[in-house]
């Protein structure tokens, strides 16, 4: 598997986004990677766009994964992890932006503390992709037990080492908040992730709807409390409050 870095993209209706996403990858300046563009369905010109992109590029590192039927982002992200070819593992939301030196700065960090999952800061960004200035740090480690009440990791921020972590213990969960679900359930098996307290992402904030609807936000984590880690109310509650707080300090 040598270090080459799988970097996994959703893709869905992404027309104004994708070419910008795909120039950061591009643009990294670790070059050992593959990038997997989980097409699902769109009903836009984003297929298209990916292709033309990649018969200008000519970059054989570049591949399209097309979806049978639209089928949500945890089943693209779980297809792209079937296909992907890497020791490392890197998700990117389509929409999303990497700083030059992301991959770069995250192996050589994962391989200093001998990480399986390494997760870094990001900084929230304008429909253009120009960073806002508000950046959220993080932790040097964060434990299960941490984690329950501070949902710092942001997907697109996340690198795996899979020498340490098999494929299976990967697949993301169908349901809302799929992707710190998975982070729970990594964690609670054990795992330490390792935060890296540099801003190398850009979380473009425009269009997410589900992270900008803020009571569908709440009902998430609380499904996520109650059904996929089997808590109790009180203990529901507890966590929840915590939750709470930090998600209000991220944002202002």
């Not at 563009?37 to 570049?62: F, K, N």
Request: aromatic letters at 10%; hydrophobic letters at 40%.
């Amino acid at each position: 598997m040598s270090d080459l870095v799988s970097i996994i993209v959703p893709v869905y209706n992404v027309e104004n986004f994708i070419g910008q996403t795909m120039d950061c990858v591009v643009a990294q300046t670790y070059r050992n990677w593959e990038l997997l563009l989980v097409e699902d369905c769109s009903t836009d010109s984003t297929a298209s766009l990916i292709r033309q992109y990649m018969e200008r590029a000519g970059d054989p590192r570049i591949r399209l994964v097309s979806q049978p039927s639209n089928m949500g982002a945890a089943r693209a992200r779980n297809r792209g992890l079937m296909e992907a070819k890497g020791r490392f593992v890197s998700y990117l939301d389509a929409d999303d932006l990497w700083e030059p030196e992301k991959l770069e700065k995250e192996l050589a960090f994962m391989k200093e503390k001998d990480a399986a999952f390494a997760f870094t800061s990001y900084e929230f960004a304008d429909e253009t992709g120009k960073g806002m200035g508000k950046v959220v740090h993080v932790p040097e480690t964060l434990t299960y037990k941490q984690a329950l009440s501070n949902t710092t990791i942001f997907t697109t921020t996340v690198m795996f080492d899979l020498e340490k972590l098999k494929k299976e213990q990967l697949e993301m969960p169908v349901m809302k908040s799929e992707d710190t679900a998975l982070w729970f359930r990594v964690l609670r098996s054990g795992v330490t992730a390792y935060g890296l307290d540099k801003n190398l992402v850009k979380y473009r904030r425009a269009g997410k709807s589900l992270s900008s609807n803020k009571l569908e936000a709440i009902r998430r984590i609380w499904n996520l409390y109650r059904r996929a880690e089997g808590m109790n109310v009180i203990n529901s509650a507890w966590h929840f409050c915590f939750w709470a707080l930090r998600a209000v300090k991220r944002r202002i």
